[in-house]
């Protein structure tokens, strides 16, 4: 009588090729289960904190980074219009964040953002934004709509998580173009509760009621 096979030879008709070949794709299939997808990450920002919150502004929106300094006044300007700053021989419009945004005030700003001109702005307007603190840049993962604020304000873009390693302070003067924040850091598909919570703002939302001329907002040079 024929004894029952043992060994390689068990395997029967299925062949120990193909045997291995099953194993190694039952193997890609499991590790593709704990794989993370991968982050489909907006396009940089420049992170900035207001009070207890960060914003991200668009960094193709953003020309320099400097250190706050008293502006010269401007009388009878709204609240939001700090006064006027010079940079390089261009006056900027100093304008507050926090005011634009409604927001409280709170503490006098460490930096101050010179944005590049707008379109649909006036031609030599240049404008400049009081911020908080300048933190980075980075490149933000958007929110799912499940997970995003329900009434978002009508500046922000859209609310995005962030990995709180990217959150590295910025001092002095800081020139984008000199790479002098830290670099755009892409996130791995971070899970929004560990992340930090970033509204991204429209510039020209934020700033479109100072595109019609007005007496108190500056030209540049």
């Known amino acids: ?31 593709a289960r704990g794989a993370a997808a991968p ?18 502004l668009p960094l193709d929106g953003v020309a320099e980074v400097l250190p706050a300094e008293p502006p010269c006044p401007l009388p009878g300007s709204p609240p939001a219009v700090l006064g006027l700053r010079a940079r390089a021989g261009r006056v900027h ?42 933190l980075s840049a980075a490149s933000p993962l958007p929110l799912p709509p499940e997970r995003a604020p ?38 791995s598909a971070p899970d929004a509760a560990e992340g930090a919570r970033v509204a991204v703002l429209d510039l020209a939302r934020l700033l479109r009621p100072l595109a019609t001329p007005s007496p108190p907002f500056a030209h540049g040079a």
């Open 39 to 56: 982050a489909v990450t907006a396009a940089p920002v420049l992170l900035v904190a207001l009070g207890g919150e960060t914003f991200g």
């Open 150 to 187: 329900t009434r978002p304000d009508g500046a922000v873009a859209f609310h995005a998580a962030l990995a709180a390693p990217t959150l590295s302070p910025a001092s002095g003067a800081v020139a984008l173009a000199a790479s002098g924040l830290a670099a755009p850091a892409a996130p």
């Open 93 to 134: 419009t100093l304008l507050d964040l926090a005011a634009l945004l409604g927001l409280p005030l709170g503490a006098a700003g460490a930096h101050d953002v010179l944005l590049r001109p707008l379109p649909g702005f006036p031609a030599g307007r240049r404008l400049a934004l009081r911020v908080g603190r300048a």
């Open 1 to 31: 009588m024929r004894q029952p096979a043992t060994g390689p030879e068990s395997l029967g008709t299925l062949g120990e090729a193909r045997a291995a070949r099953l194993m190694e794709e039952r193997a890609r299939r499991l590790a």
